[in-house]
């Protein structure tokens, strides 16, 4: 059983991570209109990531007999100030992610819910990969600077990565 604090907190992280999904998919369009194809990639799969951990979510709710909630997803923002600008607003959404985590492990360890605080584990790990990607990637583009050749050549990294749907034991 969750209590009613727990199931309203797991609700309200679904909605926040379908709301990632749409600012990655947000940004992946940004990115395609500043014709940053691997970015835009980039930011798809993410997106498609996103999507995943709220399905993650939603399932552990139901399991728990709990009752899943959907609330209305937030307009995203529309205008970035270019490449560099993208990392660093992903950078800035996982920093706020990994915070909104803690709190429903902060919760979960109050009420002694052991269950939740193993089935949040996986996120908590998840927060550090996704925080050192983003910080590494603000790196790179920075360095590249204003080098366009530097640039694409990143974005033709950033082209090849593909989504890998989570197996059962890392989900
Ligand atoms: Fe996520």
Redesign the pocket.
């Known amino acids: 059983m969750l209590s009613k604090s727990l199931e309203k907190a797991l609700n309200e992280q679904i909605n926040f991570?379908y709301y990632?999904a749409y600012t990655y998919l947000a940004m992946a369009a940004y990115a395609e209109d500043i014709d940053f194809s691997g970015a835009a990639n980039f930011f798809t799969i993410q997106a498609e990531?996103?999507l995943s951990?709220a399905k993650k979510i939603y399932d552990y709710v139901n399991q728990k007999g709990g009752r899943v909630k959907l609330e209305g997803i937030e307009k995203p923002r529309f205008e970035y100030e270019g490449l560099v600008n993208i990392f660093e607003e992903g950078l800035k959404h996982e920093q706020e992610?990994t915070k909104r985590i803690y709190k429903i492990a902060d919760l979960a360890l109050e009420e002694k819910e052991h269950a939740t605080i193993s089935f949040l584990k996986w996120?908590i790990d998840?927060q550090v990969e996704?925080e050192e990607s983003f910080t590494n990637l603000v790196k790179k583009i920075k360095r590249a600077g204003e080098n366009e050749a530097n640039l694409y050549m990143i974005d033709d990294e950033l082209a090849t990565r593909t989504f890998v749907p989570p197996t059962k034991d890392s989900l």
Do not use: A
């Open positions: 991570e990632s990531e996103e951990h992610v996120f998840e996704e």
